[in-house]
């Protein structure tokens, strides 16, 4: 039997909550990380949940042609990954056209073609960080130009120390269509112990160590981090920023990849009322 994992910042709160946010009161309804008994639950939930997250992505309109790509590994054979199709839109994704490959490339399962570029960026980061369950890319708009100023953001709300000491910006390949297997390399050496990247010229990256709910969260808070700082700068006043004492508060309280999948929840129980061919 397997579940999904509390996060480190989570369990210093001890073994009863794993988050503050965790009702106090008995028998209130709160969404409850899932219990597995057999490997295939675990990958018909993760699937299911990938699925899911490509349909949020089109709700945020992350959509641009096939850009974009979002990964969960199987929970039996980690060495492959479930992965949206080439070419498909991110609002006709659903469980029958995932496909399943391996970090060569290999389509192993699926009638569609891979995203050469999701390939060579994630599957270079599967492959050097075994403890990385998931990642989330696409070109949105206010990451990509958030991208081209080449830095990491600022600690100008409580949105934002989410990422604070917790996000990389990764100028290797900066600008470059990473079709190559060497540059995915030299892009995963930089996601080792964080859960987002800013890759200059290109856009976002986001990467979970507990699903791939959280690993899209995270992606959806990192875009409107970027529309947020824009915004303020666009002011030419300058922000008044968190101290570093109260940027890591706010990130131990809010940036745990578990407050991530409890955000995500939210997103989820919508889909599931709304978009019933997500499971056709």
């Keep these: 039997m397997t579940s999904l994992p509390a996060t480190q910042n989570d369990t210093k709160l001890g073994a009863k909550n794993v988050s503050i946010y965790q009702p106090e009161q008995a028998a209130r309804i709160f969404p409850e990380l899932p219990i597995f008994n057999t490997i295939e639950e675990e990958r018909l939930h993760r699937k299911k949940r990938l699925v899911a997250s490509c349909r949020a992505f089109a ?45 060569e490339g290999n389509v192993v399962e699926g009638q569609h073609a891979i995203n050469r570029a999701g390939f060579v960026l994630h599957a270079a980061v599967h492959e050097m960080h075994p403890d990385i369950v998931a990642m989330c890319h696409a070109h949105t708009v206010y990451g990509t130009a958030f991208a081209s100023l080449g830095r990491k953001l600022a600690p100008i709300t409580q949105d934002t120390a989410v990422f604070y000491e917790d996000h990389v910006l990764i100028t290797d390949e900066a600008g470059h269509v990473a079709v190559e297997v060497g540059a995915g390399e030299r892009v995963a050496r930089a996601f080792k112990g964080v859960k987002a990247a800013i890759h200059q010229n290109h856009g976002l990256f986001s990467a979970s160590r507990h699903s791939i709910d959280a690993a899209t969260f995270t992606f959806i808070s990192l875009e409107r981090c970027c529309k947020q700082q824009l915004a303020v700068e666009a002011t030419g006043i300058e922000p008044k920023l968190l101290s570093p004492e109260a940027s890591r508060y706010s990130h131990e309280h809010l940036g745990s990849e578990y407050i991530s999948w409890l955000h995500f929840q939210v997103i989820w129980g919508l889909l599931n009322e709304t978009q019933p061919d997500m499971f056709e």
């Design 59 to 103: 709700l945020e309109k992350f959509d641009f042609g096939f850009a974009g790509h979002l990964t969960v590994r199987d929970p039996e054979h980690s060495h492959l990954y479930w992965t949206n199709p080439m070419a498909v839109h991110f609002n006709q994704v659903n469980m029958s056209n995932l496909i399943l490959a391996d970090h």
